[in-house]
């Protein structure tokens, strides 16, 4: 599995990335998660409809908060045709938890905690953590990523303007 030392940071300190971000026009690699309810879910199974996926370190932190909220509320305005899913290593629980206690009900959530399958992937694991770096990929209805995002410095929010246009030429 390749490494990518410095392509992330974390207030400032350098951190090594695990495998290849997705190249756009590439179809996406698949990957298992865990849902809330601790079914498997697959990134796959939000084929035919365009995508936001979102990686994000952990739920119950201020950034990853606000970004998800951010999310829930724009959700509204895409349409039908638009799915958002936040991922990270958080358990399940805590994430039904967290979207329970927030109002979230227009993303979805899951846990790669388990094998950090779509952290490999998708190129957005952070080896000295465990953790899934601040990342969002716009995936037209076909699977093929139209549209990525990695933020540079973990505790920084995305820019939304970029991605939200992504999802609306697509939809």
Not at 61 to 78: D, I, K, Q, W, Y
Not at 93 to 121: K, M, N, P, Y
Request: with cysteine.
């Amino acid at each position: 599995m390749s490494e990518h030392e410095g392509a992330t940071t974390f207030q400032g300190n350098p951190l090594t990335l695990v495998g290849d971000l997705p190249e756009v026009g590439q179809a996406v690699p698949d990957a298992v998660l865990v849902g809330n309810d601790l079914a498997e879910m697959r990134v796959s199974s939000f084929r035919g409809r365009v995508l936001i996926l979102a990686t994000v370190p952990s739920l119950d932190t201020p950034v990853c908060a606000t970004e998800t909220r951010r999310f829930n509320e724009e959700a509204a305005g895409l349409g039908d045709a638009v799915r958002i899913l936040t991922v990270s290593m958080d358990l399940p629980f805590a994430q039904a938890r967290w979207c329970g206690a927030e109002g979230i009900d227009a993303v979805t959530t899951a846990s790669d905690h388990r094998d950090a399958a779509l952290g490999e992937g998708w190129g957005v694991l952070i080896k000295e953590l465990r953790l899934l770096a601040r990342a969002v990929f716009v995936v037209d209805a076909d699977g093929v990523l139209r549209y990525r995002q990695l933020v540079t410095e973990v505790t920084e929010e995305p820019d939304y303007t970029p991605v939200l246009a992504a999802a609306r030429d697509l939809a």
